[in-house]
């Protein structure tokens, strides 16, 4: 059973908005770092932003800083991506990740499947 589910992908013009959402199956990440990273066609995976436990503490890497926003619902265990002003270097694969440390994708312990969002120009 895969513990992450993400959703909200898909396609949008340069300039648009998307939303994802990861959504935790089967256990709670109520008590759990939690983050978003990209992976583009023949590129590194890459930290997209990052929420603590609580919500309380958010951090981003600069290429999304001020477009894009992670906010997390405990109760319904779901981390969100709210992403604007979106371009076309955003196209990627976005995967949520759980009980990590920052922006370091490798200490992440649980890991969803993905979402493909594409930028068109």
């Known amino acids: 059973q895969v513990p992450l589910v993400e959703s909200g992908g898909g396609l949008v013009q340069a300039g648009g908005s998307l939303r994802l959402s990861c959504r935790a199956s089967?256990?709670?990440?109520?008590?759990?770092?939690m983050g978003w990273f990209r992976q583009a066609p023949g590129k590194e995976r890459e930290f997209v932003a990052g929420?603590?436990?609580?919500?309380?503490?958010?951090y981003y890497a600069d290429s999304v800083k001020g477009r894009f926003t992670i906010s997390r619902d405990n109760a319904k265990n779901t981390v969100y991506l709210q992403m604007d002003s979106l371009e076309p270097e955003d196209t990627a694969v976005y995967s949520c990740?759980?009980?990590?440390?920052?922006?370091?994708?490798?200490?992440?312990?649980?890991w969803g499947q993905g979402t493909q969002v594409t930028v068109s120009s």
């Open positions: 089967g256990r709670s990440f109520s008590n759990s770092a």
């Open positions: 929420i603590s436990w609580s919500g309380s503490n958010t």
């Open positions: 990740a759980a009980a990590g440390i920052g922006m370091t994708a490798s200490s992440y312990k649980y």
